[in-house]
């Protein structure tokens, strides 16, 4: 069973830096292309970036583009999401999520999600 | 502004069949790239109910389908049942974007 399990998140001060991370089991984690997700109160599900496998690519969302950074560790099945000079309009659950093979693949397998808050 | 259009809201009686659209553009849909469909209940993760235009997956009900065509997207559910309630949403990539973008969802009501 493919499993991804989240951590990070919490209360931080506008500017401020937070880390996400989010660990695989049930797949070879360094084969599939890794991303996340956003959901800010009272929105709809917004993609924040994506950490392709090989090469690895990253790609960001312009509301995160310069703020946020993206990395993988194989060796610990363990994805992370930097985020930086956070803005309150940042404030979301974020989930991480297994990228079907082709590049416009769905989001097969998704982690229970954290919850950032951006507040002074 | 979504790059994908949903409508906000559908309802239905249950038992009965409601469809879901989702509308882009020459650079997504339309290019063409892949339609998903996505279930979202409070306080779980998303779950994919539809991927790749029209295909389910392992546990997901046959009451579920996707269709597709040209720039636009389609989810239907029949015999609809209260425990349908939730958001569904459509998401595609965009090439213009080089971005994976998201419906602004639909709120599913069981009458």
């Known amino acids: 069973e493919i499993q991804l399990l989240q951590s990070g998140g919490g209360l931080v001060q506008p500017g401020g830096s937070l880390r996400l991370s989010c660990v695989g089991s049930?797949?070879?984690?360094?084969?599939?292309?890794m991303s996340w997700v956003r959901q800010a109160p009272g929105k709809g599900l917004e993609w924040v970036s994506t950490?392709?496998?090989?090469?690895?690519?990253?790609h960001f969302a312009d509301s995160v583009k310069g703020r946020f950074s993206v990395s993988r560790d194989n060796s610990r099945n363990t994805l992370y999401l930097q985020m930086n000079s956070l803005r309150v309009g940042d404030t979301a659950v974020y989930y991480c999520?297994?990228?079907?093979?082709?590049?416009?693949?769905?989001?097969?397998?998704w982690g229970q999600g954290t919850l950032v808050t951006v507040s002074s | 502004q979504s790059v994908l259009t949903q409508p906000p809201s559908v309802s239905g009686a249950p038992g009965q069949r409601v469809t879901i659209s989702c509308t882009g553009s020459k650079s997504n849909i339309g290019a063409p790239y892949d339609v998903h469909w996505y279930q979202h209940l409070p306080g779980t993760a998303p779950k994919v109910l539809i991927y790749n235009n029209i295909n389910r997956p392992s546990g997901v009900s046959d009451r579920f389908s996707g269709s597709k065509s040209d720039t636009s997207a389609s989810l239907a559910i029949s015999g609809l049942q209260a425990e349908d309630e939730a958001d569904y949403y459509c998401q595609s990539y965009d090439s213009s974007l080089d971005a994976w973008v998201f419906g602004g969802g639909t709120k599913l009501t069981v009458l």
């Open positions: 999520a297994k990228r079907r093979a082709s590049v416009a693949g769905d989001f097969d397998s």
């Open positions: 950490l392709t496998a090989i090469d690895p690519t990253a």
């Open positions: 049930g797949f070879t984690f360094g084969n599939f292309a």
